[in-house]
């Protein structure tokens, strides 16, 4: 088996799954502008002699340029539905998911499992047992030349393909088309998360040898584009942590949400909550792994009453605990390399049990006492702890903005 590896970077812009969100989850999110980038690997799966799926080509890359662009362009301009069906919270609607994809071409050899009837079972979802590409999928998770990411598996229906295109005995486009994915985990930082899209080459072909003239063809691109994003947008965003139904409705009941079965559907809202939970997943789940260690974000992230962290959390800023305000840390909290902790006066940080605070390079925590503020932490020789200074103060802050 060969795999060669194209890396395009886009640059535009469960929990239990049903459970509510309190509003201390957000953790500082629903007020930030920043987009944090996710990484996409779509495996794109040939047959041994490179055909039967999209090829290494200039096309390829500007066809999920065009997608990736167009799923960012849906989570960024939501609509508010104001449908009562939707969400009868007090939670204020918002426009936006604080995430852009990024992707990365991943183009795998391999006749066998290209065709997605080569199983006993046949077309069947990621979550399955012994599902076929597992293998493949631990090669491309653990292979350090490749950004870990969500991987979308692109596989053809082996039959049907040669049928409609090599043997011209049908010409009808009958592939299924059905798409599926997995919730992250919130255990295990190190699992994969993976993603199966069958037969959008065969989709892609169909519509391109139906097409009379360039013209025409130009105009469907845009739609088989427009399609396949729409269609990526609801399965990332089982991928980000989000189902068919939540606390305010039943499996399908807002026509308007991104995760509406219904390929017709707008698919162009998310209910408040809805982002909530993708915000706390991009920080205590598996995700955190898709998310390039270099991000950081410059707005700050306060701390303005009392928050417990109990389980293992990355945030993608500097922390500041406001005058009066608690922050007790059970497990192990990652902040961005350059970091740094600002403790307001009368502020309290307690670190307890297995808790710590480290940088994902495993450098010292600088940590800003200011005065009259407290610091409880068993091991105080792990970080680097200072009174307030004026002076080491700007010097932090400007090389923390430095970088």
């Known amino acids: 088996m060969?795999?060669?590896?194209?890396?395009?970077?886009?640059?535009?812009?469960?929990?239990?799954?049903?459970?509510?969100?309190?509003?201390?989850?957000?953790?500082?999110?629903?007020?930030?502008?920043?987009?944090?980038?996710?990484?996409?690997?779509?495996?794109?799966?040939?047959?041994?002699d490179s055909t039967g799926n999209f090829s290494n080509s200039d096309s390829t890359k500007n066809f999920f340029l065009n997608v990736t662009g167009n799923v960012n362009y849906i989570y960024s301009s939501l609509k508010n539905t104001q449908d009562m069906a939707c969400y009868r919270g007090p939670l204020t609607f918002n426009k936006a998911l604080n995430v852009r994809f990024e992707f990365n071409l991943v183009f795998v050899q391999n006749t066998t499992l290209w065709n997605n009837q080569a199983c006993m079972k046949g077309y069947f979802c990621p979550q399955e047992k012994d599902w076929w590409l597992d293998s493949l999928n631990t090669t491309i998770h653990s292979n350090p030349a490749i950004r870990k990411g969500i991987n979308v598996f692109l596989t053809e229906d082996g039959a049907h393909y040669k049928r409609l295109f090599e043997d011209k005995t049908d010409s009808t486009f009958n592939a299924s088309r059905g798409a599926c994915s997995e919730f992250p985990s919130l255990v295990n930082w190190n699992q994969s998360?993976?993603?199966?899209y069958p037969n959008?080459?065969?989709?892609?072909?169909?519509s391109w040898n139906k097409s009379k003239t360039d013209s025409i063809w130009k105009e469907k691109l845009k739609w088989k584009e427009w399609g396949l994003a729409k269609g990526l947008a609801h399965e990332l965003g089982h991928s980000l942590g989000l189902g068919h139904n939540n606390e305010y409705h039943g499996r399908n009941q807002c026509w308007h949400s991104i995760m509406h079965q219904a390929g017709?559907?707008?698919?162009?809202?998310?209910?408040?909550?809805?982002?909530?939970?993708?915000?706390?997943?991009?920080?205590?789940?598996n995700l955190t792994s898709f998310i390039d260690s270099s991000y950081f974000e410059k707005r700050e992230f306060k701390i303005?009453?009392?928050?417990?962290?109990?389980?293992?959390?990355?945030?993608?800023?500097?922390?500041?605990?406001?005058?009066?305000?608690?922050?007790t840390i059970k497990d192990t909290l990652f902040l961005p390399n350059n970091a740094f902790i600002t403790i307001e006066k009368k502020g309290k940080l307690q670190i307890e049990g297995d808790g710590a605070i480290m940088h994902l390079d495993g450098s010292k925590i600088r940590i800003l006492k200011k005065k009259k503020a407290t610091v409880i932490i068993p091991s105080p020789d792990e970080y680097i702890i200072d009174q307030e200074s004026k002076c080491w103060f700007n010097s932090i802050k400007k090389k923390t903005n430095s970088n």
């Not at 007020?31 to 990484?39: A, E, T």
């Open 2 to 48: 060969k795999i060669i590896y194209l890396t395009l970077f886009l640059i535009l812009q469960s929990i239990s799954f049903g459970q509510r969100i309190k509003l201390q989850d957000y953790l500082g999110w629903k007020d930030k502008n920043g987009l944090v980038p996710v990484q996409i690997n779509y495996i794109i799966i040939q047959r041994d």
């Open 193 to 196: 998360s993976r993603l199966h």
């Open 200 to 206: 959008e080459y065969s989709s892609y072909l169909n």
């Open 264 to 285: 017709d559907s707008p698919r162009d809202y998310l209910q408040p909550t809805e982002i909530a939970k993708v915000n706390y997943n991009l920080t205590h789940s």
């Open 304 to 327: 303005d009453s009392v928050l417990i962290l109990k389980t293992k959390t990355r945030v993608y800023q500097n922390l500041i605990i406001e005058s009066h305000a608690l922050l």
